[in-house]
């Protein structure tokens, strides 16, 4: 009789230091999965894979890159892919969330906002998108964010790019379904991380990056295309969307 092994997953994180990816990577490690990291501190690349190794990662890869400079995203996939010849999951985590009203005292912090917000992961998941269509197997999990639900004047440049990239990845979402392609648009709510460092992170509404990477497993298991994280926010931002928009204009939203 012979026994069925089955193999470690393949997993590539790209914002791999980020606090939601590191979190999910400490979860995919325990279950002995193989891993790349790519982000753009090898310090932060080496600790993290010291840490995922000790967690039970059956092998870890670390990759450094730059997301903002757009024009190194193909070869970036393609390194991450062949590094243990193809992936069964990539998670897009990177981001930043710029000052708004600087970005609207200057066009070039917009800029760079649009570019890593949105620009940058739309490339980076078109990349990887005809890889995982070509094999007719994966998942592509991106973290884009409940803020990209609504334009709201406290944050419309961070969140129109999320709002694109959530656009996104609802075509590339349709355009994957006949090849079998899970694709997860991941909307967390308020997350403790260095992003929100600035803020308060305390009240209810505020989760853990543990909290989140739970239900990001959890989701990706059950094959969800649209995941708020945690629950509570699929009706938060219901009732934000159909806000009427007179009423919109005279709150600080
Ligand atoms: N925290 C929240 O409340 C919240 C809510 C909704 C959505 N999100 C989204 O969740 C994702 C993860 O964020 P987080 O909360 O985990 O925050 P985080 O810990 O600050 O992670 C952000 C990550 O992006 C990386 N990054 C930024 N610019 C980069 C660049 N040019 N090249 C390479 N990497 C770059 C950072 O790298 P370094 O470590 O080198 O700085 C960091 O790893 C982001 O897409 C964010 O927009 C967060």
């Known amino acids: 009789m012979t026994m069925q092994v089955s193999k470690p997953m393949r997993v590539a994180i790209f914002g791999a230091t980020s606090g939601i990816a590191t979190a999910v990577a400490r979860r995919y490690a325990e279950s002995g999965a193989r891993l790349v990291l790519v982000a753009r501190d090898q310090a932060s690349l080496t600790a993290a894979a010291a840490d995922l190794e000790v967690r039970g990662a059956a092998e870890v890869e670390v990759q450094e890159a730059d997301f903002a400079r757009t024009a190194d995203i193909p ?71 409940v803020a990209g639900d609504r334009g709201r004047k406290s944050n419309y440049v961070y969140g129109a790019a999320k709002g694109g990239l959530q656009r996104y990845l609802e075509g590339l979402r349709h355009r994957l379904f006949a090849a079998g392609v899970q694709v997860l648009d991941i909307r967390p709510g308020f997350v403790s991380t260095k992003m929100t460092a600035h803020l308060s992170q305390k009240g209810p509404l505020w989760a853990s990056p543990d909290q989140v990477a739970a239900d990001i497993v959890g989701a990706i298991q059950k094959r969800k295309e649209v995941l708020y994280t945690p629950w509570f926010w699929r009706w938060v931002m219901m009732g934000v969307r159909n806000a009427p928009g007179p009423l919109f204009h005279r709150t600080s939203l």
């Open 75 to 145: 070869a970036t996939v393609a390194a991450a892919w062949t590094r243990f010849d193809g992936l069964d999951l990539a998670v897009v985590a990177y981001g930043t969330l710029p000052d708004q009203q600087e970005m609207e005292a200057e066009s070039a912090k917009a800029e760079q906002a649009l570019v890593l917000n949105f620009l940058s992961p739309a490339l980076l998941c078109g990349e990887l998108a005809h890889r995982f269509e070509a094999r007719k197997s994966g998942t592509l999990a991106v973290i884009s964010s």
